[in-house]
């Protein structure tokens, strides 16, 4: 009995895999589970350093710490520099919201601080997204990318401390366009592309990891529907469309989503959105209504249409 204890414990070291409490509940992963591993001092780690990967969690504790503490909860962020593990995770116990940040993630090569900083803003987004779920407590992954530049991101982004995170050197011209249509004001424009780019480095890591040849773009969005709710990770393309889409939708960070409406706090057409609708290659909405335009814009409906309204439509919504 003590050699298998021991032997357990042996594979669960070389395959660099956490230790998680044992009361902790419903592990969300970032990424599906993968046997990359990139070790401290790899010829590999060409992602960020140990103190980028500090500089980045510090941000974001010092903004939600407050934030999760109004909720009665404790925020825990893991910082696991040396564990080489190609992922992050959240998870629940008892009255903490964890996070376990693994610096195998941070030190791959397409991963800068921004990026890092929405991976950190997803796993946040599993405790404080809201609706869908796929548990008890966890909203489900398209939701957690969504609220991570709809909400989280934003206010990183808005923080002197994050100037000097590094980031993709070249832009991107749908993101530049979708950004300068949904926002006026030049800091928010830029905050807005700044979300989007951070998604396209880490969509990057997920079609390395599938071994996908199709580049991900942001003006080849997914054209699929789902007929229920996706609960899993995404398709990289659509985790990249939802990226985008969370950074142009022109809803307030101060109004926060909602653990019972999905419409709440997010973009929707019948709230009089134009653009910022979660994709519908993951999410199947609650309410026809919420592609729909509001009632006193219904009749000034012009054939230039939202891909998303367009697929409603088409009578293949649902």
Known sequence: MKRNIMLSAV?????????????????????????LRIPVGSVHARGIIEAQFHAVLNTVEKLYKPVVAAQGKVLQINRLWTDETVNASASQSGNKYILNMYGGLARHETITMDGFALVVCHELGHHLGGVPKVSSWASNEGQSDYYANLKCLRQVFAKESSREFTRMSASDEAAEMGCATSFSDPQERAICVRGAMAGKSVAYLFKILREETVEPRFDTPDTNVVTTMLGKHPATQCRMDTYLQGSVCAQPVSVPVSYTNPAAGTCTRSAGFNSGFRPLCWYKPANAAELLPPADKAFGLTEEMTPAFSVLNSGYAW
């Open 11 to 35: 594979s669960a070291m070389l395959l660099g895999a956490a230790v998680m409490p044992a009361s902790a509940s419903d592990c969300q992963g970032f990424l599906p589970p993968n046997n």
